[in-house]
């Protein structure tokens, strides 16, 4: 799954602006859609959201890819950007490829209160209100330490928050994770 993930040429290293300044996100990228008129996805995708969709009963439409080459690649403390819009959104992320931590601390900083090491194929399930109330990262190390994937499947529609448009549906280059 991971060469086949690798070999499809989408990853991309996006920038963004950090203060005053542009500056290389610190791992590369790759989205889908489940739309067909999005493009093809892949066949492996398609054997991870399926599932995914009957047991959670949701329409999950939105994958994406983070590859991080190495120890140094990573993500800061975040949570995903459809917390933004929708009330306990669902995010699911398979990691394949190399053990890297994943840690979770409330939402706005505090004491780290979970810290996992999920290996090939392990899943973690972000629902209810984890979204809005944890943060997660991966972190940089200075251990050695092989390239590692994390495939996070979203989906875009559900319950809104009050005030939320329906049109502000998140495509997978805006997906944080």
């Not at 009957?54 to 800061?76: C, F, K, M, P, T």
């Not at 209810?128 to 972190?139: F, I, K, M, S």
Request: aromatic share 6%; glycine share 10%.
């Amino acid at each position: 799954m991971f060469d086949a993930l690798l070999s499809s040429g989408r990853f991309v290293q996006r920038d963004r602006m950090m203060y005053d300044r542009r500056v290389l996100d610190p791992r590369l990228t790759a989205g889908w859609s489940t739309d067909p008129a999005d493009g093809e996805l892949p066949a492996i995708l398609l054997s991870m959201t399926t599932p995914l969709s009957e047991r959670y009963g949701v329409d999950v439409d939105r994958i994406w890819v983070n590859l991080y080459r190495d120890g140094q690649d990573s993500v800061a403390w975040h949570g995903d950007r459809n917390a933004k819009v929708h009330l306990n959104p669902l995010v699911t992320t398979v990691s394949l490829g190399a053990r890297r931590k994943f840690l979770l601390r409330p939402r706005g900083g505090g004491p780290l209160c979970r810290s996992f090491t999920p290996g090939h194929g392990d899943l973690i399930i972000l629902g209810g209100a984890c979204q809005h109330d944890w943060e997660h990262t991966v972190p940089k190390t200075t251990r050695s330490v092989g390239p590692r994937m994390s495939v996070t499947i979203r989906h875009s529609q559900g319950e809104l928050l009050p005030g939320a448009r329906r049109d502000l549906r998140l495509s997978p280059g805006s997906a944080a994770g």
